[in-house]
Nanobody
Framework: QVQLVESGGGLVQAGGSLRLSCTTS????????MGWFRQAPGKEREFVAH????????SYADSVKRRVTASRAIARNLFYLQMNSLKSDDTAVYYC????????????????WGQGTQVTVSS
């Protein structure tokens, strides 16, 4: 059974930074891509970023580009999402998700999801 656990969310003032973490356990012997998504109240879940198994390929939503960096630790089951210059529009529940294939921006193409971590940006 694959499990993903996010951490690092919280309350931050506009312009501040947060680093989200995601650990994945179970069946980690295969290669996979990790995606980050968010869902604000009353809105659909949307793509934020993804990173390939090697960590050499990343992609970002236009709304977060140049403010967000996805990375992975040397311990390959640990992933990060560094978020800088946060805005009130970034307020949402953030999810990490694993896809046992190449990276994708499509929510439905991910196989496993974490429980989410709340990020609240105060203006």
């Amino acid at each position: 059974q694959v499990q993903l656990v996010e951490s690092g969310g919280g309350l931050v003032q506009a312009g501040g930074s947060l680093r989200l973490s995601c650990t994945t356990s179970g069946r980690t012997f295969s290669t996979y891509a990790m995606g980050w998504f968010r869902q604000a109240p009353g809105k659909e879940r949307e793509f934020v970023a993804h990173i390939s198994w090697s960590g050499g390929s990343t992609s970002y939503a236009d709304s977060v580009k140049r403010r967000v960096t996805a990375s992975r630790a040397i311990a390959r089951n640990l992933f990060y999402l560094q978020m800088n210059s946060l805005k009130s529009d970034d307020t949402a529940v953030y999810y990490c998700a694993r896809r046992d294939s190449t990276p994708s921006k499509v929510v439905d193409e991910y196989d496993y999801w974490g429980q989410g971590t709340q990020v609240t940006v105060s203006s």
